[in-house]
């Protein structure tokens, strides 16, 4: 089991601790947000506020499932220099639990997108460590534990910790765009099949005498106004047919009150809700964060009659464009790998998150039997609905 509220020391001033009731994570809050300001490139999901929602709206807590807190930290010389806030989810009787599963926060349909720990690049490496403390102190049932980082790092803590046996693994491309020069610039230096698309978007607004207008509307008190149409236009753009298929993220009544806790904490201050308007009519919006120097998009939705118009692609371009003079050096264009986002030439990181339990023979074997399982459940299911 998870040992609760010990502190384990490792040199003199490098000490970590396991987090485990809420009181302890409303305590982290000042030495996390202190964190946030120290790291280069911050993601939305590393954010104390970011998972301090996520906790509040989709732990859940039940006779047979329970999701308990195991939030590790890495202190150097009483300093916060990492943060991996975990869910350590039992399934049986609490006491008497058949299988656990220790996981980073997110466990949602994709609303939180990278779950990556928080640290100083110094110790990047020092807090995936903890794992290894996690999986030797499993003692009954089978526990799958969830490595997630980008591939480099994963790869050397899991290839130097024989503690943890990974099963599976899946990758996760990040696109980042880079805002070297000027926007003339940076359209000069883009491949041709998409300065193609940016003359025809332009062009055809031109000849239809459509009058293009970006609007950018900033925290929650201008966002949460126009929250409901953005979930429309959302919803809209998951029924197309004739594009990347993609879910409508918000249908679920959880997800928009996620949202709505985001919008109520101070990550409000970070939120962008940009509004693509032809001729005073909204036709498209996307969702960004402000994290620093770089601007983290996420999803969208536009109105289905506009497609020929590849909105989308505009309201991209638009932001882009807006982005030169608020200082952005960075446009992260999020996870998933399309031609919406490649063709921009952008910047790739590589995610990769593991699958793993300890690291015997009758667990490995446990384990790698319940993912055959769970492959053929899957492939079943989407026969069923062929």
Request: glycine letters at 4%; aromatic letters at 12%.
């Amino acid at each position: 089991m998870i040992t609760h509220h010990q502190i384990y020391p490792l040199m003199s001033n490098l000490k970590k601790l396991v987090v485990d009731t809420d009181a302890g994570f409303e305590a982290l809050a000042a030495s996390w947000r202190l964190l946030e300001t120290q790291v280069p490139q911050l993601l939305p999901f590393q954010t104390y506020d970011w998972n301090r929602a996520w906790w509040k709206v989709f732990s859940d807590s039940s006779w047979y499932h329970k999701d308990e807190l195991a939030i590790c930290t890495l202190h150097d010389g009483g300093q916060l220099v990492a943060v991996m806030p975990l869910t350590n989810t039992h399934v049986g009787l609490h006491s008497l639990f058949v299988y656990r599963y220790v996981r980073p926060f997110g466990a949602d349909p994709n609303l939180t997108e990278i779950r990556v720990p928080l640290a100083l690049p110094a110790y990047d490496e020092t807090i995936l460590q903890q794992w290894e403390d996690l999986s030797r102190q499993e003692t009954f049932g089978l526990t799958e534990f969830q490595v997630i980082h980008t591939r480099q790092h994963a790869a050397h803590f899991l290839a130097n910790n024989a503690a943890v046996h990974p099963l599976e693994a899946r990758d996760v491309p990040n696109f980042i765009l880079h805002l070297d020069g000027n926007w003339p610039s940076f359209k000069s230096g883009l491949k041709r099949n998409i300065k193609e698309s940016l003359r025809r978007c332009y062009n055809s607004l031109a000849r239809d005498n459509l009058q293009l207008r970006l609007q950018v509307w900033k925290g929650a008190e201008a966002i949460k106004p126009r929250l409901h149409e953005f979930y429309t236009l959302h919803a809209a753009r998951a029924s197309a047919t004739d594009t990347v298929e993609h879910p409508d993220y918000f249908a679920d009544p959880r997800h928009c009150a996620f949202m709505a806790a985001l919008l109520d904490s101070d990550f409000a201050k970070r939120m962008h809700l940009f509004s693509l308007e032809l001729d005073g009519h909204v036709v498209a919006m996307r969702l960004g964060f402000a994290m620093g120097e770089e601007l983290y998009l996420y999803y969208s939705g536009y109105d289905l009659q506009f497609a020929r118009y590849s909105v989308m692609t505009t309201l991209l371009a638009e932001i882009i464009q807006w982005s030169y003079p608020q200082n952005f050096k960075r446009i992260n264009l999020s996870v998933g790998e399309d031609v919406s986002k490649t063709r921009w030439g952008p910047s790739v990181t590589h995610y990769v998150e593991h699958q793993c339990v300890k690291n015997n023979a009758w667990r490995r074997n446990l384990g790698n039997g319940i993912l055959k399982m769970r492959k053929l459940r899957r492939n079943w299911s989407g026969k069923k609905t062929d």
